[in-house]
């Protein structure tokens, strides 16, 4: 199984300054098919999670601009350019790739 | 609007058998991916199960036996069979459109093994 890894694990953050989270995969995600399926979830507390970024650097319908996303082959990372309260959660990388498809373990981010 | 609404997840004694449904709108199973993911209590996700437009579908190996992914056109629902429950399958089951990433997700069922 290809396994994710999230830095930090826990990311205190302050309202209006940025914040980044990495993700190293164990394999390249590269598919045969040309795309790279790694995508960013956020799941605020006491609610499913929703995608925000996919295939590497994709916002999904709705995200805010202040979402971003970069990288290639193993190593990926999240940036939020300003963060907001409604930001608080974890956040999730995932590979779609190859199966079983497999998350990180999760980065909590929460305010100072 | 796209939804996606789980609903079968109760507790359940080890070894027992349950199934979970998840009801559709806004989209037609038969022309897209569904997938099930699970998250244990306080833990992290877990992809469980999809099936593809084309009626494929492939497992996580330790639900592999255990779990069937079956897809309902006419009621435009997809449903996980759990046979042989154990208490590792404890967790909230979303089920999500897409496959390579996850577009919506429902709001989860919870399933309980316990004795």
């Known amino acids: 199984d290809i396994v994710m890894t999230q830095t930090p694990l826990s990311s205190p953050a302050t309202l209006g300054q940025p914040a980044s989270i990495s993700c190293r995969s164990s394999?390249?995600?590269?598919?045969?098919?040309?795309?790279?399926?790694l995508n960013w979830l956020q799941q605020r507390p006491g609610q499913p999670p929703r995608v925000l970024i996919y295939?590497?650097?994709n916002r999904f319908s709705g995200v805010p601009d202040r979402f971003s996303g970069s990288g290639a082959g193993t190593d990926f990372t999240l940036k939020i350019s300003r963060v907001e309260a409604e930001d608080v959660g974890v956040y999730y990388c995932?590979?779609?790739?190859?199966?079983?498809?497999?998350f990180g373990q999760g980065t909590k981010l929460e305010i100072k | 609007e796209v939804q996606l609404v789980e609903s079968g997840g109760l507790l359940i004694q080890p070894g027992g058998s349950l199934r979970l449904s998840c009801a559709i709108s806004?989209?037609?199973?038969?022309?897209?991916?569904v997938t099930w993911v699970r998250q244990a209590p306080r833990k992290g996700l877990e992809w469980v199960s999809v099936?593809?437009?084309?009626?494929?579908?492939f497992y996580r190996d330790s639900v592999k036996g255990r779990f069937t992914i079956s897809r309902d056109n006419s009621k435009n629902t997809v449903d996980l069979q759990m046979n042989s429950l154990t208490a590792e399958d404890t967790a909230v089951y979303y089920c999500?459109?897409?496959?390579?990433?996850?577009?919506?997700w429902g709001q989860g069922t919870l399933v309980t093994v316990s004795a």
């Open positions: 995932m590979q779609g790739t190859q199966f079983p498809h497999t």
């Open positions: 099936i593809y437009r084309g009626g494929e579908t």
């Open positions: 999500a459109r897409g496959s390579g990433w996850l577009e919506e």
């Open positions: 394999q390249s995600l590269l598919h045969s098919d040309g795309n790279t399926y």
């Open positions: 806004g989209f037609s199973v038969g022309d897209s991916y």
């Open positions: 295939k590497i650097s």
